[in-house]
């Protein structure tokens, strides 16, 4: 009741009709007037007797009054309120009406009503709370002029039908959603044969290319009369039709197609399309499959087999491969003539017998080996598979596959013969041999190994090789795992303590191989101790040798320089009235001197007794003071010759380790030309390019010092040349060389960060290219004349332990001279006791390392214990003793190589009482 007027007034419809009577009555005579009313009267009764008893709400308006005239008693029952308040209050419609629908509704009446009609949907809440939906409808009631002077309407309660549309939409909604989620195609055809409807198109085609057209053109040509055939019959005979047919794409459909009819008339037709593209493509590959496991089957080595679980294992199907393997055809055993039964081997037959039952007890398939006699009598050894196929319960038949494995078994037989022959060779062999899983753990272990370790066969199986062979070498570990998971070769040499505390050099060569049906590591170790004791021996004995051979230049050159230091040491006392003459002799002294202490460094460069330290050293200049040695070395039969370019940058290395390359290439090459022939050593910049730095490998591009030794000897075959750098690989005949040399020289070329390469072909001898990396400093200065002007000078005690007393002497002479003060001793117990009778403190103790009764470490130990400020300054002819001295006392300790200049003694002393050691 939208928009009602307010204000209502129970009479005015009976005066305006009245009124309307009076003008009647001015107008026609009284009966027809009395007639009127008499009508009227009875026409409200009956409308008010219609209004009283009717479902609806009847409610009429004075529009123009705005207010209610009528409202029928339906209005209570309905809307839950006294009708009276509609005829007072002019809002209590609005109270009814549900918050979100009265100015909606207030709106569309007052727009709509004068103008022909007013009709609205809305909710009304009831007293109770409960909400009820109502179908409003109201229509003008217009005076002789047109204008509206009243509004009639009805109100009735559509709350079920609104409940009842939507619960009908949530149906078409639920099945517009099954249509549309339906893995099927549901389609509707016309009369026509076209598409009308369609839930979802199929692949390969789009709504716009289907709806509308006819259904025949997407069917392939071969199917598409059998379906227009099947739609015709569904319209003309409305029966439904089943059919499989193919579209134009080729996949495959199963369609079903229904009548539709409306009235008893078929006005359609509806099809379920179901694709069957895979079902089909399934039989077409099972039936294939079929055949082909048929064919397999017949062409198969060994027999497939079908059969009953009965006493004789009757057939029901059997391959024609049976006649191969037992001399009997297959349809000796289909028609039960003969079965397998029969030809077991008596020893065998009682355990296939339990195995298979025992099999089928326990739903598992059952696996046999077992022996038959073939029909000609033979023996053969049949290995089967089968199992039992069952039905729910009920065991159906057997089913399995058996081939000869005759051949198989005497393999094995002579495989477990070369086992035990294995076994007795593993177990026999002088090397140890360890066996374990890729992942370093170990199965097996043979008598030798454990004779090698001292450990017992368990005590190996337990533990792994990080726990004894490579305990302190974890990267070693890690590099030997790797090698042979990629299936790679792997060697190593070990040095381990066994378990009896004595130490073995071991070499391991371990490679993957099959065992026990897996790949396992195997691993071979060889006792190398006694085989290193002799190379060490030999080495020697060869060195001894070597020297042997130039022993006797430097000999001449030694008493050489012995003379010219006797004629000028003459001389000078002959002059001495003249002291530039004294001078100019001494000088040559000093310089023969210098060239004696020469020849000693590189006595023990060749003897690797010196200490080893890199500096900038000038290459040209350490390959001439090699050239002396170098010609004892090569013996007058080889002519040498040295080339060193003039713009070579220094380098930075060791000069006594590079001197040993040279010479150890120098020997090489020496061996290499038994006849007599040139060696050549070269000094040269080199630049390294790109495409070179990868041929030779190891080698980053960029500019390096090449020191190249070439020989016009034998040369080395292509097979030798890849293995001249291992150690211990040698050409020379036994006795004559241990294949330490080149080994070597690779080594200390490698600690240089740089390259050893060879260049050689047989016949037409060989050059080897050291590449070595420039130094980044000037070459280190050579030493200062001997002005005693520019010594640096002190004030400090100095205590001096030295043996040699002539150089005993010469050492406190100087030193007094430079100004310090100085306590002499022969030894060590001797210097102790001038300590203690100087009873002061000592700055510097000069001590030599090796001496009588008491040595230079001790002697410093005891002293510290005295003066916790002292400095150390060893002297020793072999530096090797002195390093580990000077190491122990860190930077309060240094070290001078006999023979040493007394500028460069000068310098020490100063450089360590000054603390810049």
């Known amino acids: 009741m939208g928009g009602l007027p307010q204000q209502p007034d129970p009479q005015a419809g009976a005066s305006t009709a009245s009124g309307s009577a009076e003008a009647g009555r001015s107008r026609e005579p009284a009966e027809r007037l009395r007639e009127l009313e008499e009508r009227l009267r009875a026409s409200e009764e009956r409308f008010l007797q219609f209004a009283e008893h009717i479902d609806q709400v009847f409610w009429l308006v004075d529009w123009s009054a705005n207010r209610m005239l009528y409202v029928s008693p339906a209005y209570a029952r309905l809307y839950d309120r006294s009708p009276e308040e509609l005829y007072t209050d002019r809002d209590a419609w609005k109270r009814a009406v549900h918050p979100d629908d009265v100015e909606r509704i207030e709106r569309t009446y007052l727009q709509e009503v004068t103008k022909g009609g007013w009709e609205e949907e809305y909710r009304i809440v009831r007293r109770d709370g409960s909400i009820r939906w109502i179908r409003d409808r109201a229509f003008p009631i217009r005076d002789a002029r047109g204008g509206v002077y009243r509004v009639a309407g009805i109100a009735e309660d559509i709350t079920a039908r609104r409940a009842a549309e939507s619960e009908l939409r949530a149906s078409e909604e639920k099945n517009r959603r099954l249509l549309e989620n339906d893995p099927d195609h549901v389609l509707i055809y016309d009369r026509q044969g076209r598409i009308a409807y369609i839930n979802h198109t199929a692949e390969g085609f789009t709504p716009a290319q289907v709806l509308g057209k006819r259904a025949a053109d997407f069917i392939h040509d071969e199917d598409r009369g059998a379906f227009c055939q099947a739609l015709e019959e569904v319209y003309t005979k409305g029966q439904k039709a089943d059919l499989d047919m193919r579209d134009v794409n080729g996949r495959c459909y199963a369609v079903r197609l229904v009548p539709l009819q409306n009235r008893g008339q078929i006005e359609a037709a509806m099809g379920v399309v179901s694709d069957i593209t895979a079902r089909k493509q399934a039989d077409r590959a099972l039936r294939e499959s079929e055949a082909k496991f048929r064919r397999l089957a017949e062409n198969i080595p060994g027999v497939v087999y079908l059969c009953r679980n009965d006493a004789r294992y009757s057939m029901l199907y059997l391959n024609e491969a049976v006649e191969q393997i037992t001399g009997y055809p297959a349809r000796e055993f289909l028609a039960d003539r003969v079965s397998f039964v029969e030809l077991y081997h008596p020893a065998d037959a009682p355990g296939i017998a339990t195995e298979v039952d025992a099999a089928l007890a326990e739903r598992r398939p059952f696996n046999l080996r077992y022996r038959i006699r073939r029909r000609d009598g033979k023996t053969r050894w049949i290995h089967e598979i089968g199992v039992g196929v069952f039905e729910g319960q009920e065991l159906k038949y057997l089913e399995g596959y058996l081939h000869d494995v005759s051949e198989r078994a005497a393999a094995e037989e002579a495989l477990r013969h070369g086992e035990a022959q294995y076994r ?57 795992l790797d090698a042979l998971r990629a299936r790679q070769a792997f060697h190593d040499e070990r040095n381990v303590r066994v378990k009896d505390g004595a130490r073995r050099d071991l070499d391991l060569r371990a490679c993957v191989f099959p065992y026990a049906g897996a790949d396992h590591i195997l691993v071979l170790l060889r006792d190398l101790s006694e085989q290193k004791r002799l190379e060490r021996q030999l080495q020697q004995a060869q060195k001894l040798e070597t020297v042997g051979r130039f022993a006797g230049g430097i000999a001449h050159d030694f008493n050489n320089l012995l003379g010219a230091v006797m004629g000028y040491a003459q001389m000078g006392l002959l002059r001495e009235d003249d002291p530039r003459e004294v001078a100019r002799c001494l000088k040559f002294v000093i310089e023969a001197a210098e060239h004696g202490a020469s020849l000693t460094g590189q006595l023990l460069a060749f003897a690797r007794k010196q200490v080893l330290q890199p500096r900038s050293v000038c290459l040209n200049e350490l390959i001439q003071r090699s050239v002396a040695i170098l010609n004892r070395l090569i013996g007058e039969e080889i002519e040498l010759e040295v080339l060193a370019d003039a713009g070579l940058r220094p380098v930075f290395v060791d000069a006594g380790q590079i001197e040993q390359v040279v010479f150890n290439l120098a020997v090489n090459a020496r061996d290499a030309m038994p006849h007599g022939g040139k060696l050549t050593v070269r000094a040269q910049p080199i630049h390294v390019g790109e495409a070179e730095a990868k041929a030779l490998g190891e080698l980053a591009p960029g500019d390096y010092a090449l020191l190249e030794i070439a020989d016009t000897g034998v040369g080395i075959p292509a097979d030798v040349l890849p293995h001249i750098f291992e150690p211990f690989f040698t050409t020379k005949e036994h006795g004559k060389g241990t294949g330490l040399g080149l080994a070597t020289c690779y080594g200390i070329v490698k600690q240089h960060k740089g390259h050893l390469a060879v260049e050689s072909r047989e016949g037409a001898g060989a050059a080897f290219r050291v590449f070595l990396p420039y130094a980044q400093a000037e070459p280190d200065p050579v030493a200062r004349s001997a002005d005693a002007a520019l010594f640096p000078k002190g004030h400090e005690t100095v205590l001096l332990a030295e043996d040699e007393a002539s150089l005993r002497v010469l050492v406190a002479e100087l030193l007094a001279q430079l100004g310090y003060t100085v306590l002499q001793a022969s030894n060590g117990s001797k210097a102790l006791e001038a300590a203690r009778a100087h009873g002061g403190p000592i700055d510097l103790l000069i001590t030599d390392v090796v001496m009588p009764e008491m040595g230079g470490r001790e002697l410093a130990e005891r002293l510290r214990g005295q003066f916790p400020n002292l400095k150390i300054l060893y002297t020793s002819g072999y530096s090797n003793q002195a390093m580990a001295e000077v190491k122990v006392f860190g930077k309060a300790a240094s070290y001078l190589a006999k023979p040493f200049m007394p500028s460069v003694l000068a310098d020490e002393i100063r450089r360590l009482l000054d603390g810049k050691a």
Do not use: K, M, Q
């Open 424 to 480: 007795g060779i593993f177990e026999a062999v002088a090397d140890g041999i360890l066996i374990l899983s890729l992942d370093g753990r170990p199965v097996e272990a043979n008598p030798a190994a454990c004779a090698l370790t001292g450990r017992t066969r368990e005590d190996l199986l337990a533990r792994r090789l990080t726990e004894w062979l490579y305990e302190h070498a974890g990267e070693r570990y890690a590099e030997f």
